[in-house]
């Protein structure tokens, strides 16, 4: 039941490949779909950074199968801490849109070309020059890159599409300049974009997770009263919507 929203081949390649969803993806991917901020708490191996991105990945399929396909602009930002974590997720990421798009031509469908790219503060000049030209689709970063994109205009440029934002190892952030320097740069985003971004965030260790929420949220809070976000917590096997107040 938890695929049937999906598109048939990425719910193909989904059960081909691992069979049944885990807990964080049943939880977590109606939330994302309808456009909720979710928060994800759930241990190293449980499928919660497959769980952020499928629902991204579908709806890139979906608008890339459309006749007037897919913009030349970034859709899904991946923001991690980590910089080896980032080049690791660019190359995971392969793995599911090269099967997807197998699937998508077995099943008889057209061709969706679903770029992702990778920056941190190593990646060469001449690089980060071509992703401003032709943007990825699915843009891997640190929050000191993204902080040094939206200062330009090239930059700002590429990032004013975004729909979907996912920070990983958000536990790492929450407490320290780094996170306080990423909620700024989330703020300037949420100001350049038109439409409505969906973050999610995500961790194995997430303590006190209603606060882990609200840094997730951001200024958005303080202009509801009731600023819903959906909290899956795998580890005390639980599922709730918090009304940040």
């Known amino acids: 039941m938890a695929l049937d929203a999906f598109h048939p081949a990425v719910s193909a390649w989904f059960e081909g490949q ?14 994302i779909r309808e456009g909720t901020h979710t928060l994800i708490a759930s241990p ?13 990945i579908d709806d890139l399929v979906r608008r890339g ?20 974590l980032s080049n690791d ?5 392969k793995v599911p849109l090269r099967g997807i798009v197998e699937t998508l031509k077995q099943m008889g469908y057209d061709e969706v070309d679903i770029r992702t790219a990778v920056r ?6 001449h ?8 943007p990825p689709h699915i843009f891997v970063t640190t929050p000191e890159s993204l902080y040094i994109l939206l200062t330009s205009e090239g930059g700002r440029r590429m990032l004013r599409d975004v729909r979907t934002v996912i920070v990983d190892e958000i536990h790492a952030l929450v407490t320290n300049k780094r996170g306080a320097h990423l909620a700024l740069s989330l703020e300037r985003l949420g100001t350049l974009v038109e439409g409505d971004i969906t973050r999610i965030g995500l961790s194995a ?18 202009q509801s009263s009731a600023l819903p976000c959906r909290i899956v917590d795998v580890g005390h096997r639980r599922a709730m919507d918090l009304a940040i107040e």
């Open 18 to 31: 691992f069979g049944a969803p885990t807990p964080p993806q049943i939880e977590g991917w109606p939330a």
């Open 44 to 56: 190293t191996g449980s499928g919660k950074t497959l769980a952020a991105f499928l629902c991204a």
């Open 65 to 84: 199968l459309c006749p007037e396909g897919l913009p030349d602009a970034v859709q899904v930002l991946y923001i991690s801490p980590l910089r080896a």
């Open 89 to 93: 997720v660019e190359r995971n990421l």
């Open 120 to 125: 941190t503060g190593d990646t060469p000049g």
């Open 127 to 134: 690089v980060r020059t071509k992703m401003t030209k032709t």
């Open 205 to 222: 260790t997430q303590n006190p997770i209603e606060e882990v929420a609200r840094f997730l949220v951001g200024s958005e809070a303080a």
